[in-house]
Every structure is written in structure tokens, then in C-alpha cells.
């Protein structure tokens, strides 16, 4: 997949006239990320998209980031925040509860062993990333609750485009933190990854594993909770199949296979890593001693995989 990645903080500015915005142009993507054209330090902080359409370059329809960010319209006081480059909002929440938190969207997932009794002052800042799949775009919005060194729960929206600007799924029930996500080819799975260390206090936000979503149905329909056997985990996709990899001293791979409900996985050393050459639909191929070897072997799903029925 094609991950075109960018990162705003936080603000109080929100800019509502489109035609104040400089457009940022790729020829072959239906999707043009715009920014404040007053922004001349930094230009990766895109804060629009247009759909395009690539032939005329017609825009077809726009989509504010920031003023759609569903995380900029909390009924908290406002912190003042006085970077203009920022452009999400901040806030500073009192006397209430972590859980207890309303948002418009979604809720706040406290972070595993967290005693939320005896917290009664933190902020509430929210980030945003957008992604280019080449056929869909992604928004992800986060929200952070705690201080600048920690963090004591987190909230979770993503928004899925067509290519003509049609919002496909907006997806904010989240039990669990949001991170190394993945969607199929199909765009009918989104799977992400939860748990891992995410502030300094070196505990994990929850348990590591990751979920697989069927975008048709809003349900999920396989998840793995992997221990503290992993420090963490991370998804991606090879087509229509889910791809999920543990990270610790070794290297757990599991590829999922909706259509056939199956799961195959493998242990990779470090070194046996670096010999992987390319995937394919039925399997791996590898190096044979070194990336420089002209000698290449096949791991195939089949015969050089654990397999499993995902129940």
C-alpha cells in the first residue's frame, strides 16, 4: 500500500475558507492535499484533501481535516495554545472522571492498571494523520489524555474515502488504542494493532495483539491477543490478505486469508528476516545465504507455515 503520512498538532486555529488554502499536486492520485497558505515553515502540515478527478483535474469535492476532526469540538475549557502552525485544539478537563470524559464520538479507553480515582486534572490533545491508498483515503484522529510524559487513556476515529469523495465507513467504537493499521486491496477488512509501550512509563497501554474488522458488517471478525510476548505488533496488508507481525527478539508473521477463514504463521529470526526477498498470494520467497545470492527459495503458506482456523 501507498501511505502518503502527515502530522499536525495541536491548536485552537481553524481555517473554514478553502480558498485560502495553496494545493499541493500529485498527477497520478485522485487525492490533493491542501495547506494553509500562510504556512511557509511547515509545509507537510496538510490540513484539507480535494477529490480529483485525474483526467480533468476537475475537484470533484473537499474535505476540511482539522474542522472535521472530531476531537476539536469537546465541551472542556480550551488551553491557549500559541504555535499557529498547531491546528488542533487542547484542552484542560477538571474534576472529571477519565471515564466519564463525553466526547462526540467514541469514548476514552483507559490505559490498562490506570486508577482513574485518583486523577483529577489532565489534558486532551489530538493529532491526525491522512493516508493516500491509491484507491482510498484514510483519516485516523487520536485523542490523548494525561500530561506531556504520559499517557492515561486515548480515543480513536477513523474516516475511509472512495476516490470521489464518498465517506465509506467512519469507524470510532474502539475498546482499544489504534495503531499499524491496515486495509484490503477489496477495502473490505481494516485490522489494526493495540497495546505497546506509548508513553515514559515504559507500560504497555494494554494488552499487545490486533483485530480484524469486516467492513461490511461493522463487526470484528477475528482478533489475536498475543501476551507480553511481544513487545508489539503492527498490520499491514498483501492484497486481500491481512498481514500481522509481532516484534521482540524474534519475529512473528501471520498472514490471514478471509476468504478461506485460515491463518498461517511463522517465527523469523532476525538474520532470516534480512533474506526476505518478496511476497506473493501463496507464500514467500527468499534469499538463499545472502541478499546477494542469485539463489532463491519459496516458503510456501501451505507446507512452510503453521496453519490454523481462525475461530
Known sequence: MRKLNFLVGIAIFLLANLSAFTQVNDEDS????????????????????NFVDTATKAVLKSFNIVENNPFNHLDY?????TDPYHKNKEYRIKNTPI??????EGR????????????NCVNAYSY???????????????????????????????????????????????????????LTENGRYFSYAHGGIQDES????CDVGYKIIDLQTNEVTYEEYLGFKYNE???????????ATGFSVDYLYVFIDLSKQTK?????????????????????????GSRNSSEVKFLSFETDFKMGDLK
Open 128 to 182: 491526525y494523520q491522512a493516508f493516500d491508498l491509491k484507491d482510498y483515503l484514510l483519516i485516523q484522529y487520536y485523542l490523548y489524555v494525561g500530561a506531556s510524559d504520559w499517557v492515561a487513556g486515548r480515543s480513536d476515529a477513523v474516516f475511509i474515502f472512495d476516490a470521489v469523495g464518498n465517506m465509506l465507513h467512519k469507524l470510532n467504537d474502539f475498546d482499544t488504542d489504534v495503531r499499524g493499521w491496515a
Open 30 to 49: 485522485p487525492f490533493q492535499y491542501v495547506y494553509d497558505e500562510k504556512d511557509d515553515i511547515h509545509e507537510f502540515n496538510y490540513i484539507a484533501v
Open 233 to 243: 505488533v503492527r498490520t499491514d496488508s498483501f492484497k486481500d490478505l491481512i498481514v
Open 77 to 81: 475549557p480550551e488551553v491557549e495554545v
Open 99 to 104: 471515564n466519564e470524559i463525553e466526547l462526540p
Open 108 to 119: 476514552v479507553v483507559i490505559k490498562k492498571g490506570v486508577d482513574t480515582s485518583g486523577i
Open 202 to 205: 515504559l507500560e504497555p497501554f
Open 264 to 288: 498461517y504463521s511463522r517465527v523469523f529470526s532476525n538474520s532470516e528476516l534480512g533474506l526476505w526477498k518478496s511476497t506473493s498470494d501463496t507464500g514467500i520467497f527468499m534469499y538463499v
